[in-house]
């Protein structure tokens, strides 16, 4: 018989009735669940109860006619076909409704339901031959049938969770399915994009000032291929690593795996990882080239203040180019048409240099400064219409942090003097350790 209780349950089912027949003297014990639990088609207008453990097992044969079940209220059995969409609640009734505790049988049999929130989800049938039951035993039978009705809700709950994985596992799969899908189609448009912006170069003379913007456009989509070769590591799972994970057995109480819920975003592998002497200018004037062009899209004043001798940092150039580039990218953001962006070096730190991203514009509010750079918090930006996802500015932290660096936010703006109550602006400072200092 197919049945969708778990081994480990009917095998509890069996043990339990074997101790009533060692124990108690029980000679035919059955547990039965509704139809629900045992996925057996029901009859139309018939509710039926479906044995899954029977001792002895030669009793099987002819079971029916051996074991006299009540009348049972259909809906009590259809109540027990709960939603598999939710789990189940785990606080056990330990006493059911009296009037559904307990069905005597002619003779020396006793039935009792297995119920959990007054839901019958199936029947524990015992009897003997050779007398009738006395007070103790049946306080042991229904011990017993607690028990089964305690262990029958946590096997529900183990095959809802096992469901959930299965389903999690199909839907990471289309997941993956859809980012390889989406991958191949953006390669070639970013192809056709740096191709243009090459030939374009060529096409500008040396000293034309739009040349610059072409390069900037042939830079900009070397980055992102270089994202998107780290996009594509990063999804590029084994069947293995699809597998859904396993759930403990029930009598295993410690945890032999955790998720490093703390590791960095965004990792630098291999020889990226490697911290060397840099100077801001190189790594800053290019992205300041693409960020002069959005500003007067935008209608925005970009002011910057970088001294031409800055002394080198230590650091790592992608990760540096990606904390400015966030930073920048924020300021452009929430900067209102007709605002002002100053980009300026500081030396307001022994041993340590620093770039200052400062506007004028909205600010943020005291209670959500101490939550940026945590993932995916925006705060009051995410009651705006401003697209966003939090993330930039956690992956700058973390960024920096890796260089031994920091980040510093203040709201009012401290680096800027065009300002109002209104228009508050904010200041984005991160510094590296100067290359004297090892």
């Known amino acids: 018989m197919i049945v969708s209780a778990s081994s480990e349950f009917v095998a509890l089912c069996r043990e339990q009735l074997t101790l009533l027949a060692q124990g108690l003297g029980a000679s035919l014990s059955v547990v039965y669940l509704t139809q629900e639990l045992a996925e057996v088609p029901p009859h139309k207008g018939e509710a039926k109860l479906i044995p899954v453990a029977v001792y002895p097992e030669t009793a099987v044969v002819g079971l029916e006619h051996q074991v006299a079940l009540p009348s049972v209220n259909r809906h009590l059995l259809a109540g027990s076909s709960a939603d598999s969409s939710s789990p189940l609640d785990n606080n056990f009734s330990n006493q059911a409704q009296e009037d559904n505790q307990e069905y005597l049988m002619e003779g020396d049999q006793i039935v009792l339901p297995l119920i959990h929130d007054s839901v019958m989800m199936g029947l524990l049938v015992t009897g003997r031959e050779d007398r009738a039951w006395n007070e103790s035993e049946r306080t042991q039978i229904e011990s017993v049938a607690q028990s089964l009705a305690i262990a029958c809700i946590m096997d529900r709950r183990r095959a809802w969770l096992a469901s959930q994985l299965h389903n999690h596992q199909i839907m990471q799969e289309r997941q993956l399915d859809l980012m390889d899908n989406l991958l191949h189609q953006f390669r070639n448009p970013l192809t056709a ?137 924020n300021a452009l953001k929430y900067t209102p048409a007709g605002g002002t962006i100053l980009i300026e070096s500081i030396r307001d730190k022994a041993n340590f240099l620093g770039i200052a991203i400062s506007d004028n514009g909205p600010g943020i509010p005291q209670k959500d400064l101490e939550h940026l750079g945590e993932r995916g918090y925006r705060g009051v930006q995410a009651q705006t219409e401003i697209p966003g996802s939090g993330l930039g500015l956690t992956i700058a932290k973390q960024l920096i942090e890796q260089m031994q660096g920091e980040m510093e936010i203040f709201s009012p703006a401290n680096r800027f003097a065009i300002k109002s109550p209104e228009t508050p602006g904010t200041t984005f400072i991160i510094r590296l350790p100067q290359t004297n200092i090892r």
Request: proline share 5%; charged share 30%.
């Open 193 to 329: 994009l740096r191709t243009f912006g090459k030939l374009l170069t060529k096409r500008l003379r040396p000293k034309d000032e739009n040349r610059e913007v072409a390069l900037s456009i042939v830079r900009e989509t070397d980055r992102l291929k270089e994202l998107l070769q780290k996009f594509d590591e990063a999804i590029d799972l084994t069947p293995e690593d699809l597998l859904p994970a396993k759930l403990p057995a029930q009598n295993q109480v410690e945890v032999e795996a955790t998720i490093e819920l703390d590791k960095p975003l965004l990792l630098l592998n291999g020889a990226e990882q490697e911290i060397v002497d840099l100077n801001f200018n190189e790594v800053l004037q290019p992205l300041l080239v693409s960020t002069e062009a959005i500003a007067q899209e935008r209608s925005l004043e970009l002011i910057t203040k970088i001294e031409n001798n800055l002394p080198d940092v230590r650091g790592n150039y992608q990760a540096l180019r990606e904390i400015l580039s966030n930073l920048i990218d």
